[in-house]
């Protein structure tokens, strides 16, 4: 199993301009979680989806958006990039049951210029 | 208004010892405590996790301490092998709704020496 796929690794982009994180898992998880880290800072909750269809917004989803038409797939979107938006974002998925942990991806390191 | 704090940035230990990484949380309706390790390069691993209701558990070389009164957590490592070397996130769960979301802490870089 490859777990949870994060696609690219690295990216630079030009202030203003869009792009899509991609983020596919293959254990079948319901849940399904993007987070940003910030050098010095823990992880923080940009958006997370519970199935297929589902989103909602988490602690800071200001500047993207998402959408899960699979229980497979969680793509980011940031529509106009802006510096503060540089950071190290992680896609996670689990299981529903409270006991499950999360499963991450190696993560997209982003850099907006 | 940071609900988990992680006030200790680095630690550094010799192999053999043991080694004990700090976490605190505010909000009492927190159920559920997970501590992940993180290498560089590489997303966060699922390392151990305590629910609310217990005070302890063990696995291996790692042990999680949950005191509720202090709203205060720990993670005990013995002994520390220089592979544990990575940064440690103590993470919570809970609150209304069961969407998993979890509440990081700003992370301890745990270095072991030969």
Redesign the interface.
């Known amino acids: 199993n490859a777990g949870?796929t994060q696609t690219p690794k690295f990216r630079i982009l030009k202030i203003g301009q869009s792009m899509t994180l991609q983020c596919t898992q293959d254990m079948n998880h319901n849940?399904m979680?993007w987070?940003r880290q910030d050098p010095?800072?823990?992880?923080?909750?940009i958006y997370?989806s519970?199935g297929a269809g589902i989103t909602?917004k988490?602690e800071v989803p200001n500047g993207y958006n998402v959408s899960r038409s699979t229980t497979e797939d969680f793509p980011l979107r940031l529509e106009l990039a802006a510096p503060s938006q540089t950071s190290v974002y992680?896609c996670?998925s689990?299981y529903?049951e409270?006991?499950?942990?999360?499963?991450?991806?190696?993560?997209t390191r982003l850099s907006i210029l | 208004d940071q609900q988990v704090k992680q006030n200790s940035p680095s630690l550094s230990v010799q192999e053999g010892r043991i080694s004990i990484l700090n976490c605190d949380y505010t909000n009492s309706m927190f159920d559920y405590f997970l501590w992940y390790k993180k290498y560089p390069a590489e997303g966060p691993t699922f390392l151990i996790s305590i629910s609310s209701i217990k005070d302890k558990n063990e696995d291996g070389r790692f042990t999680v301490f949950l005191n509720k009164s202090a709203k205060h957590l720990s993670l005990h490592i013995v002994p520390s092998q220089p592979g544990d070397s990575a940064v440690y996130f103590c993470a919570a769960r809970g609150g209304s709704g069961n969407t998993g979301k979890l509440i990081f802490g700003q992370g301890t870089t745990l270095q072991v020496k030969p």
């Not at chain 1, 409270?98 to 993560?107: A, K, W």
């Open positions: 949870v849940y979680y987070y010095g800072m823990g992880l923080k909750l997370y519970v909602d988490g992680f996670a689990s529903p409270l006991t499950q942990p999360q499963h991450f991806g190696d993560g």
